[in-house]
């Protein structure tokens, strides 16, 4: 594929993402205190919305992955789209919150076919072991989804209202992201060099695959502990003795250092194996919370688990493809992404329950512990590679 069209597929996919990510996952942290006020249910109500659109993309991530591993991303891509759009439909409708709960059961299919795991099987199965590059870039665009849409999603909420809001943004994937998807994207996924046209799906890897185990466990720890942070943030900041207004400055700094960190995987081209990135990711969240512990100052260890998050994105794509290679990547990652989905549905919850029964310093220090884990299995995995001498660049 020329340089040409290797940019246009990645723009096209980096537009999808922004607005999938910001009209399905971000959309609530702007919508909730609007549906709280209009509806009268409580904001644990209507903020557990999200956790069932992640249980529900959680388990309906498998299936994505093998219908992309046998079609190819586009279709499953504009699937995604389609639903996204359906669900935010629903979700203006919704008067109740069973209907409300309905409606991000639709989302949670198209965050399934629409966000970063679909997004990445589909570059896989279009560049194959070249993909890293693209999905580095892709990261990039994804990156921006919250600066975006928070401020159009609060704009809209204060114009046209929150349901409307939610229709705005059905309307936005069908005239921009669905499009995008059937013309940005090819219609069909390049076949591996000797592949035949009609031969069977290539074997899945096993879950019980020492690797396997190591990327899984680490993508559930990374996901929980993203999770809890991004949800609980302000008030575990404010047990170390900063204010409101002081954590909520301070969590700003995780975005901007995301990017920055993706921006200096993409200067480097490559030329590391991805495990390196995995092992740097798993470090810096590490600092981040442990950081915490040591009295380090907040700005600091933020910013260094905000360039962790950054990387992870990168690793959990990349290293996959590095480890097991590109033939039934799509199917790897949607086996990968179905705990680490699971693990975000129901890590508020934990985090509420670890607060309210423990404490914040107390879920804080456990926090910390829990982070050393993915660094862990990151050193294990790393290991296992050079063993195998399978430590080639991607």
């Known amino acids: ?89 629903l979700l203006g409708l919704a008067r109740s919150l069973p209907a409300y709960y309905a409606a991000w059961v639709v989302l949670g299919l198209g965050m399934a076919g629409g966000l970063y795991d679909a997004a990445f099987s589909a570059l896989g199965r279009i560049f194959g072991r070249d993909a890293r590059a693209a999905i580095t870039q892709l990261t990039l665009w994804g990156g921006f989804a919250s600066t975006v849409c928070w401020p159009l999603s609060a704009w809209l909420v204060e114009v046209v209202g929150w349901r409307n809001a939610c229709f705005s943004y059905a309307a936005l994937h069908m005239v921009v992201t669905l499009p995008l998807a059937l013309f940005g994207l090819p219609r069909a996924a ?15 890897v096993p879950v019980l695959d020492p690797r396997f185990l190591c990327l899984a466990g680490a993508g559930i720890l990374m996901s929980t502990l993203a999770t809890i942070w991004s949800v609980h943030f302000v008030t575990l900041l404010t047990a170390t003795g900063y204010g409101i207004a002081a954590a909520i400055g301070i969590g700003t700094l995780i975005g901007p250092s995301q990017v920055g960190a993706r921006v200096l995987e993409m200067l480097g081209r490559g030329r590391h194996h991805p495990i390196w990135t995995m092992l740097v990711a798993t470090t810096a969240i590490l600092i981040g919370f442990g950081g915490l512990q040591f009295g380090l100052p907040a700005a600091a260890v933020m910013i260094a688990y905000g360039a962790g998050n950054g990387l992870w994105s990168i690793a959990r794509g990349a290293l996959p493809l590095s ?28 985090g509420a329950w670890l607060i309210d029964r423990l404490g914040a310093a107390d879920t804080l220090r456990i926090l910390a512990v829990a982070s050393l884990v993915p660094l862990v299995l990151a050193i294990t995995l790393f290991r296992m590679s050079a063993r195998s001498r399978a430590l080639p660049q991607v």
């Open 190 to 204: 390049r076949p591996a060099p000797g592949t035949k046209v009609h031969s069977p799906l290539p074997p899945a």
């Open 323 to 350: 480890v097991f290679g590109s033939d039934g990547y799509a199917r790897t990652m949607g086996r990968l992404a179905t705990p680490m989905l699971l693990a975000s549905a129901g890590a508020p919850s934990v």
């Open 1 to 89: 594929m020329s340089g040409l069209a290797r940019l246009k597929t990645v723009s096209a996919l980096g537009i999808i993402e922004i607005f999938a990510w910001g009209s399905s996952f971000y959309l609530i942290a702007v919508l909730a205190q609007p549906i709280a006020a209009e509806t009268g249910w409580s904001g644990a109500a209507v903020s557990a919305g999200v956790s069932v659109g992640l249980l529900v993309s959680g388990l309906a991530a498998t299936l994505t992955g093998r219908l992309i591993e046998a079609r190819g991303g586009r279709p499953v891509l504009a699937g995604g789209m389609c639903l996204l759009a359906l669900g935010l439909v």
